[in-house]
């Protein structure tokens, strides 16, 4: 069974970075398409970054572009969402997720789900 486990998120003021990190378990990451969702108060999930199996392709939300960096290192299992220039905005639980077929921004093809980090931007 495919387990994803976050970590990295917290309370910073606005302009801060973050680096979240998702370890996978259970799996070849390489076989695995591994995106990040978040979910604010209120609000409804959101994609806010995907990366290939094999990092060739990256996507990003407009509202993150040019901000977030999603990487992949297969070789430790590890995803992670660099996030720069934060916004009050970005306040939201950050959820890790992973597909066996899909490179795509849209949640219901995603096939595991962590349990996601906070992260709460002040300004």
């Known amino acids: 069974q495919v387990q994803l486990v976050e970590s990295g998120g917290g309370l910073v003021q606005a302009g801060d970075s973050l680096r979240l990190s998702c370890a996978v378990s259970?799996?070849?990451?390489?076989?695995?398409?591994m995106g990040w969702f978040r979910q604010g108060p209120g609000e409804e999930r959101e994609f806010v970054a995907a990366?290939?199996?094999?990092?060739?392709?990256?996507a990003y939300a407009n509202s993150v572009k040019g901000r977030c960096t999603i990487s992949r290192d297969n070789a430790k299992n590890t995803v992670y969402l660099q996030m720069n220039s934060l916004k009050p905005e970005d306040t939201a639980h950050y959820y890790c997720?992973?597909?066996?077929?899909?490179?795509?921004?849209?949640?219901?093809?995603?096939?595991?789900w962590g349990q996601g980090t906070q992260v709460t931007v002040s300004s």
């Open positions: 997720a992973a597909s066996n077929a899909y490179y795509t921004v849209h949640p219901a093809r995603y096939d595991y």
């Open positions: 259970g799996h070849t990451l390489s076989r695995l398409v």
């Open positions: 990366i290939s199996k094999s990092a060739d392709s990256t």
